[in-house]
């Protein structure tokens, strides 16, 4: 009897050790890793591809990674993506044997911990590891602290139609199904939700449906029990679980399998599900914020959504219009992001000529929020000085269909076009027509439209018009 007290004793013991994820595709240098921490105190796991390292992580939740660079296959930087897009927690270490400012600059950006050079010096990686692990503690122990929610941005009816509705929303305790495009802020969307209800002291806990292998899902959002498969060396808390009290957001539901959908529909009609290999309840208090980019109506007349679990969720339905449809909102969503990518370069504050954000409102923006902040991040590091012009905006923006040619003078408005647009289009038609009228002499027609040269020149980059090309 008091034998297996101890052996008991001993096995926990060695189950509340941290553990450690070694991704490298050198074998030897993951031993030597293992060995190294195991003498550290560190329980290790070990994998030799990016994937492989992926199916770990999710598995076995470590409390550190130490990943490296060059790997065939799924390289270091990709394998870091997609590790933070499952959880953004967990630090991880980058390793390569050639370290470069870009490429630690780069997994800086990804959200790597830290950066160490091959060979390893014990000086360095110990430490490190140890810093890595203090700020993760840290992190985890302060429960009072409430979620940071971004800001709802812009100005156009449909963004204060949002801002209303999380205010009448957040307070209750009822679920919602948010629809939209990707990139439109359905996220933001819920964050606010979570910051704005009695729950924002609790967590707020995101899931990707669509990015956790079908094979890992159930593992991921209920938890397993050690020896629950291969591999499962530790019990593991899931993502209802751990949003206990808070708010588990499911992004991408319309991603999930039938047969996860029927069990999420249980937890939610019971609010208790058991972990993978364990057939004990475990009871939840969970608000579940459910997105999708999908037309879920069409998914269950195609069978590949459940309608009961729909209308279990569509409790509250948000739907995000996409950015083409909200141009008021662009200005003001651009200078925020300028503002953000000034604090986190630590540079001057940069701005947007009024050409420029009339080019920026008039772009379609298929990857709607998400690439108008891409766009801006990349101006904000390429484009020197303070001020942002139409010449310093990509092709994509302008529109290869805006290059001027004769048949232009023939411009009609499009149908359905906004005021803005219809004034925009009248501007080139009539600018085009004058130049021609002066045989493409751009001063003389400054003169006889009543605008300054510069002015002039402004907008025919803006509209991409070469006077030259057009006269020859």
Known sequence: MASNTTKSRSDKAVADRPLALIIDDEPSICQSLAGVLSDEGWRTV?????????????????????????????DGIETLQRLKEMRSDVPIVIMSGHGTIETAVKATKLGAFDFLEKPLSLEKLLPMIEHAREARRKLEAKPDVRDAAPDIIGESPAAEAVRKLIRVVAPRNSWVLITGENGTGKEVVARNIHAQSPRALRPFIAVNCAAIPEELIESELFGHAKGAFTNAIASKRGRFELAHEGTLFLDEIGDMSLKTQAKVLRILQEQKFERVGDDTSIEVDVRVV????????????????????????????????????????????????????????????KHFTEDALEILENHSWPGNIRELRNLVERLSILVEGSEIDVSDLPDAV????????????????????????????????????????????????????????????????????DPKRLKG
């Open 46 to 74: 070990t994998a030799t591809s990016g994937r492989q390292g992926m199916i770990e992580y999710k598995l076995n939740s470590p409390d550190i990674v130490l990943l490296d660079v060059w790997m065939p296959g799924m």
């Open 290 to 349: 459910a997105a999708t980019n999908k037309d879920l109506q069409t998914e269950i007349r195609n069978g590949r959504f459940r309608e009961d679990l729909f209308y279990r969720l569509n409790v509250i339905p948000f739907v995000m219009p996409p950015l083409r449809e909200r141009a008021a909102d662009v200005a003001p969503l651009a200078t925020h992001f300028l503002q953000q990518m000034a604090g986190e370069l630590k540079e001057p504050l």
């Open 398 to 465: 302008l529109g290869e269909d805006r290059d001027a040619t004769q048949s232009d003078l023939a411009l009609s408005i499009a149908p359905g076009a906004t005021l803005k647009q219809a004034k925009s289009d009248f501007e080139r038609t009539f600018i085009l027509d004058r130049l021609q009228e002066n045989q493409w002499n751009v001063s003389k027609t400054a003169d006889a439209i009543g605008l300054e040269r510069s002015n002039l020149h402004r907008k025919l980059r803006a509209y991409r018009i």
